[in-house]
């Protein structure tokens, strides 16, 4: 089938290219306000399908059908997959469409030089191509395979714990030259694919690719799940650069400014994730964050200093209160308890209670991870408190309700410079004329310390299921209005 | 276009890209990576390309593979960042 714009003039195309990377510019733009960021994301969209329409019409088709198949199979797979997500599974199906669209990147470059081969022969491949295809392959591949492991992580499906062992960078950075000496003779030695049993599938590139594969699965298994936000946002920002590096083996513009935009931005979420935690990306990813939890630290901590109460005395608390803060963290997440904290904040409202949420940059698993399940429970944007919003308040705080969370206020970060933590900007919660943290034990956190918090003399613990919990507390206050 | 050309559009791009996100409220960070991730679909324009006019059927095959793969990308990263910003609804007036 020959293209539908074959007569058009050259310049019909790029500049249809020009119009979709303003539209993601201004997309993007839009997105970081909250007023703004609905129109932002269909913008973008509009974008894209302009993009991708005028490239269909574009390009002569030798097979049509192949391409409306692909198109028609995995729009129906993305939108099924979006319709049907719980908002609690938003991380891993973020991470999930992410690492699809970097193994896309990957084999598109794979699938040009093949074709390049195969019409105009090895020697046609100029070390320009040959490189970025390379670059392509290798952070393509890694983003696949990488997401793919955060996603079953953050799903509970494989690779749950931090898995460490001896050499792990040794072997890291082994496969990391495996990958990089695939590329070396892709770049230098194109014709010597000709000389290769199945040489025009390329064999080192798919070389380059496995290596790859592996270098992502191996990077990402030793990282814990509360360092996820940043893996998410570092991914996502592999994924443009992947699109990116195929759009220079492709020589196409509109890849190559769509795709470094995303990994540009996506550089800047991650670095304020890491900066939320006051820790270097190096110490994110290859750190080895965590302590094995002491339990006589932890007795020394907790002895004897132990406060707890019940969902009847919390009642009698907050029916006193003139204002009171809820901190959720991933604990709130996991029990899905979202909604009755949500109707809880809005009984208190009812009775004239000033509740606000105290929201820490990287509680939960993805960034922004609290804000998107409390909307979804219908509480109102204003209601949500940035940390450095939040913490000048507290003094004028009657209750504290800090459910699911625990390295996000735990005050070591500020009193114990040798502490994991320290230096981390933390919810300074004890400010709090009382707080109720409620948790299902005295178990710590990701950073495996005490949590001084817990002993304090204005802290109770509310043990429980953060849902069955917060129910409770819900049924209390109803009762008794 | 020549490679410097093309790197000419990577470097500026990387600039533009940096500058446009500037502060990002907490409440948008999901939506924001998710709406980025699926402008990083575009990936999708280059299957279109291979998958369409591939001259080998192994190429061919690959990029329906590819295609597959960006389009879930695309379409599932448009429309859950979508879904997300609709939960934030109640602030359209306010913000």
Redesign the interface.
């Known amino acids: 089938m020959a293209a539908v714009l074959a007569d058009a003039p050259e310049w019909v195309l790029p500049m249809a290219y020009l119009i979709a990377a303003i539209f993601f510019i201004q997309g993007l733009r839009d997105m970081t306000h909250p007023r703004t960021a609905v129109r932002g994301n269909l913008i973008s969209s509009g974008g894209m399908l302009l993009a991708v329409a005028i490239t269909v019409l574009s390009f002569d088709l030798l097979s049509p059908l192949v391409l409306f198949a692909g198109l028609l199979v995995g729009g129906a797979i993305g939108l099924w997959l979006a319709v049907t997500v719980e908002m609690t599974e938003m991380p891993q199906l973020v991470g999930l469409f992410n690492g699809f669209g970097g193994g896309a990147s990957a084999v598109v470059a794979g699938a040009e030089l093949i074709d390049v081969i195969a019409s105009d022969g090895a020697g046609a491949l100029s070390a320009e191509v040959t490189l970025t295809a390379g670059i392509a392959g290798i952070i393509g591949a890694v983003t696949f395979s990488g997401s793919i492991v955060a996603a079953g992580k953050l799903h509970g499906a494989f690779f749950t714990s931090s898995i460490r062992y001896t050499g792990e960078h040794v072997v890291k950075l082994l496969v990391f030259g495996l990958a990089l000496a695939g590329v070396a003779v892709l770049v230098v030695q194109p014709e010597l694919a000709g000389e290769w049993p199945m040489a025009e599938w390329v064999p080192s590139y798919w070389f380059v690719v496995a290596a790859a594969l592996l270098l992502g699965v191996l990077l990402v298994v030793p990282i814990g799940g509360a360092d996820m936000p940043v893996v998410i946002a570092l991914l996502n920002s592999y994924s443009g650069l992947a699109a990116a590096t195929t759009g220079f083996v492709l020589d196409n513009s509109a890849l190559i400014v769509a795709g470094t935009l995303v990994g540009a931005s996506g550089m800047i979420l991650t670095v304020i994730m890491c900066e939320s935690m006051n820790r270097s990306l190096t110490n994110v990813l290859f750190g080895g964050f965590g302590e094995e939890p002491d339990d006589e630290e932890m007795e020394d901590v907790y002895e004897g200093n132990i406060t707890e109460t019940s969902p009847e005395e919390v009642e009698m608390l907050l029916d006193v209160a003139e204002r009171v803060v809820i901190v959720p963290g991933y604990g709130m997440a996991v029990a899905q308890a979202q909604h009755a904290v949500a109707e809880l904040a809005e009984l208190l409202e009812e009775e004239g209670v000033d509740v606000e949420f105290g929201i820490h940059p990287v509680a939960g698993r993805m960034p922004g991870h609290m804000n998107v399940l409390l909307a979804e429970a219908d509480v109102p944007y204003d209601k949500m408190r940035e940390l450095e919003e939040v913490n000048p308040t507290f003094s004028q705080t009657d209750v504290v309700i800090v459910t699911g969370a625990n390295d996000v206020v735990n005050p070591t970060a500020n009193e114990d410079e040798s502490s994991p933590i320290a230096g981390m900007p933390v919810l300074e919660v004890s400010d709090a004329r009382s707080v109720i943290v409620n948790k299902r034990s005295l178990s710590t956190g990701f950073s495996g310390i005490p949590n001084p918090l817990f002993a304090k003399d204005n802290t109770s613990m509310l043990f429980g299921d953060a849902k069955e919990t917060m129910q409770e507390l819900v049924n209390q206050v109803k009762e008794n209005r | ?1 020549s ?1 410097v050309q ?1 790197l000419t ?2 470097v500026l ?6 500058e ?37 059927t ?3 095959a ?27 609804g ?3 007036g ?2």
């Open positions: 276009m490679f093309n559009l990577f791009s990387a600039f533009v890209g940096y446009i996100i500037t502060k990002i409220p907490t409440n948008l960070h999901t939506p924001l990576m998710s709406g980025a991730n699926a402008i990083s679909g575009v990936t999708l324009v280059g299957s279109v390309v291979v998958a369409g006019s591939g001259e080998t192994l190429a061919t690959l990029g329906f593979t590819a295609v597959v793969m960006a389009t879930i990308n695309v379409v599932g990263g448009y429309y859950v960042s979508h879904l997300m910003l609709d939960e934030f109640g602030e359209r306010g913000g």
